[in-house]
């Protein structure tokens, strides 16, 4: 199973940015999807979760702001980032938990990351 990110890159503050993560592989299922930044010199954070069944969840400092989605169809999860600010800037990394064909349990995988830079 792989999770492929994109979307990331440089905006000024007050910009938008679109994250998209689809997972790959021998899927069965995906129960929570979800989104986490680290900045530098910080602990990794979660910005934004969702479930399977829609219901989302947002750190204090995306509410308003960002909006997670997920296409389940694609296996794929977007967030989608408005009125950005410069604290805003760090890495993201999407994570899934994904019932794996011959596993009998959810696991954890993360995708590799994309550096979201917002400049003053």
């Known amino acids: 199973v792989q999770l492929q990110a994109s979307g990331g890159g440089l905006v000024q503050a007050g910009g938008s940015l679109r994250l998209s993560c689809a997972a790959s592989g021998r899927i069965l299922s995906i129960n929570d999807m979800g989104w986490y930044r680290q900045a530098p010199g910080k602990q990794r954070e979660l910005v934004a979760s969702?479930?399977?069944?829609?219901?989302?969840n947002y750190a204090d400092s995306a509410k308003g702001r960002f909006t997670i989605s997920r296409d389940g169809a694609k296996n794929t999860v977007y967030l989608q980032m408005n009125s950005l600010k410069p604290e805003d800037t760090a890495v993201y990394y999407c994570y899934a938990q994904i019932l794996v064909s011959g596993m009998h349990y959810y696991a954890g995988h993360w995708g590799p990351g994309t550096q979201v830079t917002v400049s003053s």
């Open positions: 969702i479930t399977s069944g829609g219901n989302r």
